[in-house]
């Protein structure tokens, strides 16, 4: 089965700098505004500092986009239920007094993999993080490279 496709911010291998220029554009368009990004009044308190807490760390990247609200809504909401079978398992412990393992368990197995799946569309597993962080890094370098200044092409 083919990958899905990614941001172009997290691409790897080789693409000419105008595919990359195009597709920018074309993600720019798509992603759409980032002025509406807030809580949605439905989520608890907690799931309100989860949601503020998952868009400060992806402000910088700038791959949000308004309509990426109800994504992080349901992470929040996910996050803040894995806590609640996590106490829940440390309060009843792993299985009961007849040997039945703890339905807390299940659940939160259920609730994991929905957390993977959407970390994955938020670009938050580590490795996707640190593909950004070098792509900033290179993108930064290449404004301030004294040739391309020269050239007019980068910072002056």
Do not use: W
């Not at 909401?77 to 806590?83: H, K, L, N």
């Amino acid at each position: 089965m083919p990958r899905p496709t990614k941001s172009i911010t997290t691409r790897t291998g080789h693409m000419s700098k105008a595919d990359i220029d195009k597709r920018l554009e074309y993600e720019a368009k798509l992603r759409g505004d980032s002025d509406k990004i807030r809580a949605p009044a439905y989520l608890t308190l907690q799931q309100k500092k989860h949601f503020r807490t998952i868009v400060d760390y992806l402000k910088e990247s700038g791959i949000l986009g308004n309509i990426d609200v109800y994504l992080l809504a349901q992470t929040a909401i996910t996050i803040d239920r894995i806590q609640a079978c996590e106490v829940a398992i440390n309060q009843d412990g792993v299985v009961d007094l007849e040997g039945s393992p703890n339905p807390h368990i299940k659940i939160r197995t259920a609730y994991m993999k929905d957390f993977f799946r959407m970390c994955n569309e938020l670009s938050l597993s580590p490795q996707t993080r640190a593909k950004i962080a070098n792509i900033n890094c290179s993108a930064e370098a290449e404004k301030t490279d004294p040739l391309l200044t020269i050239l007019g092409g980068g910072k002056q």
